[in-house]
């Protein structure tokens, strides 16, 4: 059995086997299926009566010669599913709703965001991936891959996961949490922070708890992890004991940062990230 961490959306294993990954990823021009519409961190979505839906069939015809880029998720309930990239100058259309995939804010179901977020992604690195990073060349797609290749070079390149660490630390029945400026007022979460070239996620870990709030860690336990596409960053969250030092908050980083009673927290992150799933089930002793 699967950890529940893995049900996190985002993480495909959310969509419990109703989205199939494509690799088959051709664009023919008959295209019928689920339309994931995003412009920048918004997906356009339209309301059934319970909540929101992502439109299916052909492509509204509010976005028709509004769609940037178009790429092939793969399926999902057995449709093809689309990821399309909006003009940013379509403001509205008429019949849907521009809605955030962001977890702080969204009213978007579990499903439709993790859906979301894989199309974000998937547009991002086509933009990102134009050109051969070797020598400048057009680089062309792969068939049946997401990769691309340089017609002139031969170098080839897949779409880049930016591995992240995120560390709960207790001491008894307190939790260490910092926090950073521009957050909702009041909140605060975990320290985090990308993997530096040629460490270890343990190093990587032990590191931002000491350049952030300046302490040492000891005991370090994997806890799970959460694919986070804004755009493309693998958070990997641990467990850790407070091994000693005094707290130094480093102000290039953060706000604040202090010890909280796990009796007495303050507002925490949204219920759809791995730090609050981290809270939620490990800060009690």
Not at 12 to 23: I, T
């Amino acid at each position: 059995m699967l950890p529940l961490c893995v049900y996190l959306p985002f993480n495909r294993e959310s969509l419990k086997g109703k989205f199939v990954f494509g690799k088959n990823l051709d664009t023919p021009g008959d295209r019928h299926g689920f339309w994931l519409l995003v412009q920048s961190q918004n997906l356009f979505v339209c309301e059934d009566g319970t909540g929101w839906r992502v439109p299916r069939g052909s492509l509204p015809k509010a976005f028709e010669g509004k769609v940037e880029l178009l790429v092939r998720l793969g399926t999902y309930l057995g449709d093809p599913c689309w990821a399309g990239s909006v003009v940013p100058d379509l403001e509205s259309a008429p019949g849907f709703q521009r809605e955030t995939l962001l977890p702080i804010q969204t009213r978007l179901t579990d499903d439709v965001l993790s859906l979301g977020g894989l199309a974000h992604q998937a547009i991002h690195w086509e933009v990102t991936s134009r050109h051969c990073p070797q020598c400048g060349e057009r680089a062309v797609r792969m068939e049946g891959e997401w990769g691309k290749r340089c017609p002139r070079c031969a170098y080839e390149h897949y779409p880049h996961l930016h591995p992240a660490v995120i560390v709960l630390v207790r001491d008894g029945d307190r939790v260490l949490l910092t926090r950073k400026s521009f957050w909702p007022k009041g909140r605060y979460g975990l320290i985090a922070g990308f993997v530096d070239a040629g460490e270890s996620l343990e190093g990587a870990a032990s590191r931002e708890v000491r350049e952030e709030v300046g302490v040492e860690i000891r005991d370090l336990q994997y806890a799970g992890s959460q694919y986070w596409p804004f755009p493309s960053q693998l958070m990997i969250g641990f467990l850790a004991a407070y091994a000693g030092g005094e707290l130094r908050v480093s102000r290039d980083e953060l706000e604040d940062a202090r010890w909280f009673s796990v009796g007495d927290l303050p507002d925490l992150p949204p219920r759809l990230s791995i730090a609050r799933f981290l809270l939620d089930h490990y800060a009690h002793p």
